[in-house]
Every structure is written in C-alpha cells, then in structure tokens.
C-alpha cells in the first residue's frame, strides 16, 4: 500500500488554485500515529456545485472534512478561498471563513433546546447593558429567528423548546442542516446527512440539501447513497484507504462504475487516475 | 411576533412549547413534593417538628452546605467534578480568620481577600486540569489533600476567634444565613439560565466534542466554572466561621461529599449537562431534613450516614431510569 507514497506525494503536492473554485484543500495529509488516514489528498469545490464525496467505511472521508474545517490539525496541506491562501486551524475559524459543517454524529447536543442547539457558540445577546456585561441572551429573538428560518424551509418542527434528545432522526437532521443555512456564508460540509434515515425522512434532507444551494452556498456532502450521488449531486469524488482515487462529473459515471471506483475493481485503471 | 413566525408555526407549536416548560416545572415540582413528603413523615412521628422553628432550623443548617452546592452545581453540570471544595473551604476559613486576628483587617477587606482566595484555588483546579489533561477526579483529589495542607500551615497554632460584631452578623441567627442561600442560588440560578456563559455550561456537559465544534470556548468556560466552584465554598466558609466565631483548618472536612449528594438528590445529573440551582437548595433541604429528623426520633449520626448514602444510590439510579435513551 505504502510502496508509492512518496513518488504520489511529490507529485500532489505540485498542486495549484485554480481558478472557478470556491474552496479547495490542496495536499491534505492526517496521520493518527501510524495509520495515514487522509493521504495526500486534493479536494477542489467549484462555486454553487454540489460535490459529493464517497468510499467505504474508514476510506478517511470524515477524517478529511474534519481536517479541512479545522476541527483536527492537519499535517499537511493548503487551504484556499477564491484562490486564496487561507489560514484554518479552529472550527471557529473555520465559521469566521464561511464554512458551515455537520460533523457526522456530532451535530446537536441531546440536552440542549432546538433554539440553543442552533445558536450554540453564536448566540445572541441582549443589546442592552445586561447583554454586553454580562451575556444576557436574547432568547425571544434567537426563538424568532429559528422559527422563520424553520418557516422558510418548510421544516416542521413546532416545538423549539424542546431538548434535541425529543426528536427523530429526521428532524435532528433538520435541526442540523437549517444551522447551516443560518449561519453558512459561502461552503457548507455535510457527513452523512441521510444516515440511519427512513426514506421519507432522506428525501425531506435531500430536499434541504438542495434548498442549500439555492441559498448560494456551494456544497461538500458524504455519503453512502449512490442514487443520492447520482441524483443531486454534480461531481463525485472517490477516496479509498485515504487516498483520492478519482474526480468525475456525475454526468460521466453510473452506479456501478462508482462502486468500483470505490471497490477497486478496476484497480489497474483506477491507481493511476 | 410578526406574521411569518404565524405562518411557520402550527397552532398546536403553543400547546407544545408550554409542555416543555411544564417538563421543567414538574423536574423541580418532584424534588419538592418529596421534600415536603419527607417533611410530613417527620412531622407526623415528631413532636418538635410541628414548631416553626424547625424548619427554620434545617434551612440555616442546610445553608452553608447549600451556598457551597450552588458552585457544585454548575461544575457538575459541565461535566465536571470539584472534590476539593471542602479543603479550598478550610483555606479560606483560615485566611479570613487571620486577616481579621492577626491583621485586624476591616472586616470588608478579610471578606474580599477570602473570597479572592477561594475563587483562585478553584481558578487553580480549573487550569491544572485543562493545560495537564489529567482528568478533574485525579486534579481535585490532589487539591483535596493539598488545600487541606496549606490551610493546616496557616492555621496551626493559632487562636482564630472572637471576631468583630459586624463580622458576626453574616453567620448568626437564621436570617442572615438563609438570605445569602437564596441570594446565591438566585444569581447562580440566573448565571446558568440567562447567560451565555451559563448556558455553555450545559452545552459542555451535554457533550464536550459537539460544544468543542460549534465554537465554545470549552478550555476557558471549564476554568471559570471551577473558579465559581472556588468562590462559593469560600462565600460558604466565610459564612461558617462567622457563626461559629472561630476557624480552624479542621472545618469543611467532607463538605464537597455532601454537596456532590445534595446537587444528586435534587436531581441533576452527575453526568453533565442538565439540572440547576433550584434543584439543589431543595436536595439539601431534603438531606438536613431526615439528618434533622432522625436525630430527633433518636437515631444515631452512623444511622444517618446510612441513610443518606441510600438515599444518593437512589437518586442517581431514578436520575438514569428517567433519562430518555439515546
Ligand atoms: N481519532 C482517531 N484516532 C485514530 N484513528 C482514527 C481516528 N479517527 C479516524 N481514525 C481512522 O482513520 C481512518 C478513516 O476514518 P474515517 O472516520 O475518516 O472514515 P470514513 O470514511 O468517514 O468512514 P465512515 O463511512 O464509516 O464514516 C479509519 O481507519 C479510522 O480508524
Ligand atoms: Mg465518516
């Protein structure tokens, strides 16, 4: 597996912005002690597409969204908005840059209210005195806000009150995804937003995805779900064992030519791509 | 609310949201009913229960240990755990007591500096364990034993008493002491409910990593909860010796264990992330009313240990039964 590291290395690492993209981490590399779990990797977000990004259980895709947000340090690799060089190392940073992520499993906290879980790390503060002293928060206007977003998105969650731990699946997943159409700015990151979700409750996330981009964020979304690839998104790109196996526009590739760029059944062709 | 809030929001989202607000209102309606359960059991069994005076006993009783559980509380809700509040308590004890004796301080100024030293042992915990790593039991078990130490230093051999009348006043009778119970459980009540700092605290101890991610502080909100933890056992300490009218190094011994069992009997979670200050004021009225009522019906302080040691089981197993499972 190791034996041509260092030739792919210097290689990527020759990699440059390019022009048309919002977003793009160049080089990313994630080690946890031994194990390379994000090798290498470019990934390049071009504005208003939805690129969706695929490979097996423990193919480093979760990895790479973390280290590309700021939520892991990354041991290597450059990050770039509007062909930018920028410089991510917190999730708050992160957020400050405009990018909004739903980490997989690690979305809201169960003993928060829906309002709180919202605004959590970004609430509102009373403009008062109280507010700017002390932290006051404005509650009535962050309840508001979450109920005209909810409005806006056709989401139909009543109570916002309640504590996160009260809701399906789906609707935590509402909760998640409206977080970043409040706060996104200009990328949003999903992992796994359809997870352990029926298929009404998938399609109602899909349906919010899309809302996303018609919101004028320009999307990175993991997933399993080939028709979802195959559906909504406009390129695919396929990691396996950590390391970034291809690029395509969805237009270009079927389900079964996906699973085995994810598969490696076509390994030969698929290792030099 | 405007007019697009309406339309967003079925008509049955009213109903809804007064439900989760009577959720909370029947959480602490619970703890209560069982403190007045209690109450009536003694009083039942009890001649001197059915004088007023007792249960203004119990309340000044219960409020030292109560003013040094509200600072449990909120470090208990993060997710955290302060086992050195009882040393950190003698510390101050001491400090103040020579402040007033040895230095004949203005009693303001003694009370200042014992609150300023309370609140930086707790600063203490909270930045040994956050730049260290070492998880909170290890650092505050050392701080238990450590504190412990200094305040024995600083208060052997000396006679720590006979403090100044206005001194006095914060500690004797029952007014005084019951008042700063409530004042403290109210500004700690509306620190967790009303700020942002606050309301971090349960974020924290609902789950470190989400908090971690969304932009919390975590590092930073975690040192000043231990540092609140630090300043209410010295506000309680300072409490203590002006009723007692000495310190000694030997005070708070095992005052941390009582609180931890008075924040838990009130109902909020030892695992972080829900609960709050009202709850624990009724756990601790609840504990010095059967410690109370058990010495009254004769039973021995080893029966009462007992007692609420079941009592702590309890709690935390209904704390987890009623837990929804995610
Ligand atoms: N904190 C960690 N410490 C050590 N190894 C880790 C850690 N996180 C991930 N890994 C390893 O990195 C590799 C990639 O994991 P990652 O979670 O990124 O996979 P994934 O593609 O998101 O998988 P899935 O589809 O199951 O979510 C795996 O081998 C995993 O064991
Ligand atoms: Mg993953």
């Not at chain 1, 605004?119 to 005209?148: K, P, S, T």
């Not at chain 1, 352990?196 to 899909?206: D, H, P, T």
């Not at chain 2, 449990?72 to 050195?84: C, K, Q």
């Not at chain 2, 605290?201 to 470190?208: F, H």
Request: charged share 15%; net charge neutral.
């Amino acid at each position: 597996m190791s034996h041509d590291v260092p030739v792919c290395k210097i290689m990527m690492n020759n990699a440059r912005s390019e022009p048309g993209h919002v977003f793009e981490a160049l080089g990313v590399t994630k080690r946890f002690g031994g194990v390379v779990a994000v090798d290498n990797v470019d990934l390049r977000l071009k504005t208003g597409e939805v690129l969706a990004v695929v490979g097996d259980n423990g193919a480093g895709k979760s990895t790479l969204i973390k280290a590309i947000t700021g939520a892991l340090s990354r041991d290597e690799g450059q990050l770039y908005f509007d062909g930018q060089a920028v410089q991510i190392d917190s999730p708050t940073a992160a957020k400050s840059a405009g990018i909004e992520t739903v980490y997989q499993d690690l979305a809201l906290v169960n003993e928060l209210t829906v309002t709180k879980n919202i605004f959590l790390g970004r609430e509102i503060v009373r403009d008062d005195f109280l507010g700017r002293v002390f932290g006051f928060l404005d509650f009535r206007r962050m309840d508001n806000e979450v109920r005209a977003l909810f409005g806006k998105l056709n989401i139909r969650i009543t109570d916002i009150y309640r504590e996160a731990e009260a809701f399906s699946g789906g609707q935590r997943q509402a909760v998640a995804l409206s977080k970043t159409v409040m706060f996104g700015k200009r990328v949003a990151i999903l992992d796994e937003p359809t997870a352990a979700l029926g298929v009404r409750e998938s399609q109602m996330a899909m349906d919010l995805v899309t809302s996303l981009k018609d919101h004028g964020l320009s999307v990175i979304m993991i997933t399993h779900n080939m028709q979802h690839v195959l559906h909504y998104c406009d390129r695919v790109m396929v990691l396996r064992l950590g390391r970034h196996i291809a690029t395509r526009n969805v237009s270009e590739v079927d389900g079964d030519s996906l699973v085995a760029l994810i598969t490696g059944a076509n390994e030969p062709q698929a290792a030099q791509a | 609310m405007n007019e697009q809030v309406e339309q967003g929001v079925p008509p049955e989202s009213q109903r809804l949201s007064r439900d989760a607000l009577m959720h909370q209102v029947r959480q602490i309606g619970q703890v209560f009913l069982a403190l007045v359960a209690i109450y009536a059991v003694f009083y039942a069994l009890s001649e001197p229960f059915r004088n007023v005076n007792t249960l203004f006993t119990i309340m000044t009783q219960a409020s030292i240990l109560a003013i040094l559980a509200c600072g449990t509380t909120v470090v208990l809700i993060s997710g955290g755990l302060d086992l050195s509040v009882g040393s950190i308590f003698a510390v101050v004890g001491v400090v103040v007591g020579i402040m007033l004796i040895n230095f004949e301080l203005p009693v303001w100024l003694a009370i200042v500096i014992g609150l300023a030293t309370g609140a930086f042992c707790g600063f203490l915990n909270g930045m040994v364990q956050v730049f260290s790593g070492v998880p909170a039991f290890i650092v505050t078990l050392g701080g238990l034993t450590a504190y412990k130490g200094i305040a024995e230093l600083l208060g052997s051999g000396q006679d720590l008493s006979r403090f100044p009348d206005s001194f006095r006043m914060l500690g004797t009778g029952f007014v005084m002491p019951i008042s700063i119970m409530f004042a403290s459980a109210l500004i700690i009540g509306i620190f967790l409910r009303m700020t942002r700092l606050g309301n971090h605290a349960y974020a924290i101890g609902g789950n470190e990593e989400v908090a971690r991610l969304s932009g919390v502080a975590v590092a930073r909100s975690r040192v000043i909860y231990y540092t609140i933890g630090g300043f209410m056992a010295a506000t309680a300490a300072i409490v203590e010796v002006s009723k007692l009218n000495f310190a000694q190094s030997s005070r708070g011994q095992s005052y941390e264990l009582f609180a931890i069992a008075a924040v838990v009997i009130g109902g909020t979670s030892l695992f972080g992330g829900r609960g709050g200050v009202g709850k624990t004021i009724i756990g601790m009225m609840i504990m010095q009313t059967i410690i109370v009522g058990l010495a009254y019906l004769g039973v021995g302080t080893s029966v009462q240990r007992i007692a609420i040691g079941v009592i702590i089981i309890l709690a935390v197993f209904l704390d987890m039964r009623n837990r929804p499972k995610r």
